[in-house]
């Protein structure tokens, strides 16, 4: 590898093929030696200095012509080093390359070359490859000018990646020797590119001899027949080719390790391998976000991706296991186990790691323990996303995997496509995976990755049909055969196996076919076994021997390789297009939004929900800043408007119809007790419980009115009657309530004339009250009276008439005995009865029972009445306890005993509200907001518009754009 003169250039390429070696056809010479390009013509011809880009190549791409080099030095330098460059261009042979590239493996971890020669694996045991005359001549040549002669060990490094292209070059030789060309001449061609490949221990062939040498071989093969030339020529080939395979095998597992020390140790090599991996995981968001974006699969991105589709137990997720290099999927026999879409992100890392999306525990893939974890989670996530009624979800579980040598792509694994819905699966099982598969698959972008099972009759299969009709022409399909060592097994013809891999027995076409082996079927298999097992199984395969398959397209290795190079290409061929769209999509949300909503702000559903909790906190927060004075004088207004009428009929009424007061202050104190110990200390929470809920729904309405946005009215309606349903009033209370009330009406002592005036002026105001709505029903039973009927034309029904008649017969019984009892007799009904009758009135004794008692309530209540007024000035005789006095108030001292049981309850009810319920019902606020916010299906029900949508959709959009750009800049820079 020296940088000689014009006179001699690509020196390397005429010892290749000499002129005297008999070789009589024309063979483009990028054909014929692509392993001396990688050595030769990358540092010859050309002037500029920058190595051009690495490519990858694989069974879906060729070997481009490299141009030439410009030359690198001057020209004193060349005519120093011609001498040496005409010796190596002699010694340059293929077998030789394979040092070459241990060296370079060395060099890129950058080691000197002391540590270097430490680190080297040992090599005694190819000493036969090197010839005798070798060793003489190292002792004669000075090692350190022919090293200075090299070119930079940085350079000579990156050379490594293409010598994993090396099984290749042999398989296309080989085709080349095999391809049909007419014998004779082109046999003498190949006899010379076999001398050249044979791997014997013999002295090397010298470029002054080799007519001679080429004369032999020719007399040697026109002894035999012409095919069995060709057969021979087939055997040796194919030897070299498993014998340097198995080489590079072991160089490969070395460089391995050596790779790992660099993604750990060596700065510039961190730096490299930092921006493929960033790379692929800005992929990997952008996908994800594209997945939420558009979860319903609507308006389908078309970004690639690799789809995994195959037919149940076909051997995918074992394909996927083999890419990813660990057994990371749940496994059952025969049953299905993928339930759910699994996106996994592979990229390259200096450990064999595994996590989710949403969950920052690395999951350590050379850890069994960990291994049966991961399995077990994403097994987990799938029965989790899976629908009560359904077998299948549409719910893409995301997955990274990182690890050293792991090629670079996102793949997406589907559920098994199955044929027959059994027992215990969903009706509709078949129809939602091909709805699944047909989602994923309709991307235009998407490559087909399509799996199906080698040790089954290929007619069986459903998901070629299937993958037909999404990629009918197979421009973006990769067809994979699984299972080949059970087909070559159990199939009596194995050429059946090759109809396949060449995609001649199904109608389906495809990019490129490969047949790989996933092992013995055993749950149990490490990744290491069965890639033992795989390589074990095609050098020993007749499939492969006897040219049926062909060396690129077998192996998982190859496959991963040829994927990742489809995958990478599709990228850089559709991200940008995809930038664009979402630019425009971009400009013409931004553009609705200043056209509808000017002076608002873009908030999304998110940044909406937040805006409105911290609005409904602070109108929770206000309800602590009530005065005392404010819930006081409410809940005594309310709890007297809730027992006042039990107060009035059931205690009162009762006991005024006693003869003396003794009995009137018995009959009290007994339905009191009576009411305390069972009613009232109930009713007084109640209203409690009322009062705070309708003071947090004003402070609600309150805020409503202060610019607010009516599009929170839904969401805090919610939130409100679902705290107060969550709300328990504290039960312990009614206890210590209702000793507080006991006590509060045992007490008679008025001590100053203030209560006893407060007591009238409650007691009138409560009596004046009554009447006024007994008046009021009395005029409803009676209707319209004469001014009424003559003014407003009003008449009397027939059932107001015979009421009217009623009562003006008892008036005129309550003016004869104003001091009657409140119920009347039956002689009394019978004699008022009577006395209609005679009028023409036919009226029934319930009829005048019920008018009696509303006439006999109104003539109480102006006694009452009465009998208040009077009292006013009886709080003297009230000190004395009315002795000598014919004016008693017993009633007053009533109404004194309720007016301050109903104010020291407000009191008590109070200090509960302030202390304990309103921070109770804060806390529960709280919780309600904090479930809501993480309830997505519940937000979107509650905060709804095309302004929250459309806020939605530039957020996205925008997030996506940058996402791409990000993504675009980053590509660029890796290029």
């Known amino acids: 590898m020296l940088r000689v003169g014009t006179k001699v250039k690509c020196m390397a390429c005429r010892v290749v093929v000499p002129s005297r070696t008999g070789l009589k056809f024309w063979v483009p010479l990028q054909k014929l030696h692509p392993l001396y390009r990688t050595f030769h013509h990358r540092y010859h011809g050309n002037s500029n200095s920058q190595r051009p880009p690495r490519r990858y190549f694989t069974s879906l791409s060729r070997l481009p012509v490299r141009p030439p080099r410009a030359r690198g030095q001057q020209q004193h330098q060349q005519q120093r080093d011609f001498w040496v460059g005409r010796l190596a261009a002699k010694l340059l042979k293929l077998r030789y390359i394979v040092l070459g590239s241990a060296v370079g493996g060395g060099y890129t971890a950058k080691k000197t070359y002391d540590q270097w020669k430490d680190l080297m694996p040992d090599f005694s045991q190819y000493d036969w490859m090197l010839p005798d005359f070798l060793w003489e001549l190292s002792e004669q040549l000075d090692l350190e000018k022919v090293a200075k002669a090299l070119p930079e060990m940085e350079e000579l490094a990156k050379l490594l990646p293409d010598f994993e292209k090396i099984g290749e070059n042999f398989t296309f030789l080989k085709s080349l020797l095999t391809s049909g060309l007419s014998l004779g001449s082109e046999v003498k061609g190949a006899s010379g590119l076999y001398l050249l490949l044979e791997p014997s221990g013999d002295a090397p062939l010298k470029a002054t001899d ?197 090629q670079r792509m996102v793949l997406v694994d589907l559920p098994g496509v199955i044929s027959t819905v059994t027992a ?74 090759q109809q396949i891999v060449e995609g001649k027995l199904f109608p389906m076409k495809a990019l490129g076919y490969f047949a790989v082996v996933t092992g013995k079927g055993s749950p149990g298999e490490s990744i290491d076994s069965i890639k033992d097992y795989e390589e074990d199984f095609f050098q020993n395969s007749r499939l492969l021997r ?120 018995t009959t009290v104190d007994i339905k009191l007790k009576q009411w305390t110990d069972k009613q009232l200390p109930h009713k007084a929470l109640e209203v409690a419980w009322e009062t705070l809920q309708e003071e947090f729904a004003g402070f609600i309405a309150e805020y409503k009115g202060k610019d607010q946005d009516d599009i929170f009215d839904k969401l805090k309606e919610a939130v409100k009657d679902e705290s107060i349903k969550r709300h328990k009033w504290n039960e312990g209370a009614k206890d210590s309530l ?163 049981m109903l104010l020291i309850t407000a009191n008590t009810l109070r200090q509960q509200l302030t202390n304990t319920e309103v921070r109770r019902l804060e806390k529960n606020v709280k919780e309600v907001l904090d479930d809501f916010g993480e309830d997505t299906e519940q937000k979107c029900h509650l905060i709804t518009g095309r302004r929250v949508q459309l806020a939605e959709d530039l957020k996205k959009v925008r997030e996506i754009q940058e996402k791409l750009e990000a993504f675009i800049e980053a590509l660029h820079k890796e290029k």
């Open 546 to 665: 006897d040219g049926m398959l062909k060396a690129h397209q077998v192996t998982t290795k190859n496959l991963s390789l040829a994927v990742s190079d489809c995958f990478w290409k599709m990228v850089r061929e559709s991200v940008e297009q995809q930038a664009d769209v979402f630019k425009a999509s971009r400009f013409n949300l931004e553009t609705e939004w200043k056209n509808n909503y000017p002076r608002l702000r873009e908030l999304d559903r998110n940044e909406l929900y937040e805006k409105a909790k911290n609005e409904i906190l602070d109108e929770v927060i206000s309800l602590s800043q009530v005065t005392p004075q404010h819930w006081e004088a409410i809940l005594q207004k309310k709890l007297w408007e809730r027992v006042s009428t039990h107060v009035i009929e059931n205690i009162y009424l009762p006991a005024a119809q006693t003869s003396d007061s003794g009995t009137f202050n």
């Open 210 to 406: 080799s007519s001679t040498a080429a004369s032999q071989d020719d007399k040697q093969y026109k002894k035999s027949s012409d095919k069995e030339k060709v057969d021979q020529l087939q055997e040796e080939l194919l030897r070299t080719q498993l014998k340097y395979q198995r080489m590079l095998e072991r160089l490969e597992k070395e460089n391995k390790e050596l790779r790992k020390v660099v993604l750990q140790k060596d700065d510039k090599g961190i730096h490299q391998r930092k921006v493929k991996k960033s790379l692929i995981d800005m992929y990997s968001e952008v996908l994800d976000i594209l997945s939420d974006y558009d979860a319903n699969y609507n308006t389908q991105d078309h970004l690639p991706r690799v789809v995994v589709v195959g037919d149940q137990s076909a051997g995918k997720t074992s394909v996927l296991e083999m890419i990813a290099q660990a057994r990371i999927f749940p496994r059952g026999s025969g049953e299905m186990m993928t339930r759910s879409p699994v996106k996994v992100t592979l990229s390259e890392g200096p450990h064999h790691v595994a996590l989710f999306k949403d969950s920052g525990r690395e999951f350590d893939l050379t850890k069994e323990e960990d291994l049966a974890a991961l399995r077990h989670e994403i097994e987990l996530r799938m029965r989790k996303s899976v629908r009560e009624g359904q077998t299948v979800s549409s719910e893409t579980i995301s997955l990274s995997v990182k690890g050293p040598g792991i």
């Open 424 to 497: 215990g699966m969903a009706a509709d099982t078949k129809e939602t995976i091909f709805s699944i598969s047909k989602a994923y698959m309709q991307n235009p972008n998407a490559i087909i990755l399509c799996i199906q099972d080698g040790s089954v009759d290929a007619e069986r299969s459903i998901v070629t049909d299937l993958v037909s009709q999404m990629d009918p022409h197979g421009k973006r399909t990769i067809f994979v055969l699984t299972k080949v060592d059970l087909a070559e097994k159990n199939l009596a013809s194995p050429s059946r196996i």
């Open 738 to 900: 209702r000793v507080i009330q006991h006590n509060a009406l045992e007490d008679r002592s008025i001590t100053d004339k203030p209560q006893w005036d407060a007591a009238i002026q409650f007691m009138e105001e409560t009596l004046q009250s009554r009447l006024r709505d007994t008046e009021t029903v009395i005029a409803d039973m009676v209707g319209p009276d004469w001014k009424q009927r003559w003014m407003y034309w009003k008449n009397r029904t027939p059932d107001q008439h015979i009421r009217n008649e009623t009562k003006t017969e008892l008036e005129r019984l309550l003016k004869l005995h104003d001091e009657h009892t409140a119920y009347l007799a039956n002689d009394e009904v019978t004699t008022v009865r009577k006395n209609l009758e005679g009028r023409s009135v036919e009226v029934d004794p319930m009829l005048i029972k019920d008018t009696w008692h509303q006439l006999y309530r109104r003539h109480f209540l102006q006694k009452a009445l009465s009998h208040c007024s009077l009292c006013k000035r009886g709080f003297y005789y009230y000190q004395r306890h009315f002795v000598d006095s014919e004016l008693e108030c017993n009633d007053v001292v009533l109404f004194w005993r309720i007016q301050r």
